[in-house]
């Protein structure tokens, strides 16, 4: 029960910075609560993100390209946010 306690605060925790990070990325509350913590009966933690609409992907995927370093391949991250952008 420790460990999946543990697991539980560890996953709500990272829930929680991941929502906050996607309201300053400029995704609505709405779409921000989508994302919850997940524990299983064997305490493994995961943090669902559930599904948001496209313009919040799109949102995410810059806030996401502007995190990462340039990658100047074909199928780059920064390259598919301009694409879509």
């Not at 300053?24 to 989508?34: F, K, L, T, V």
């Not at 995410?60 to 390209?65: F, G, V």
Request: overall charge negative; glycine content about 12%; charged content about 20%.
């Amino acid at each position: 029960m420790a460990q999946y306690k543990g697991s539980r605060a560890e996953a709500e925790h990272t829930a929680a910075l991941l929502r906050a990070a996607l309201m300053r990325a400029g995704i609505p509350e709405g779409g921000a609560a989508q994302v919850r913590a997940l524990v299983t009966g064997k305490g493994r933690a995961y943090v669902e993100v559930g599904a948001l609409p496209l313009g919040s992907a799109v949102k995410l995927l810059n806030a996401l390209s502007e995190a990462l370093p340039d990658d100047d391949t074909e199928g780059g991250p920064a390259r598919h946010a301009e694409a879509l952008g």
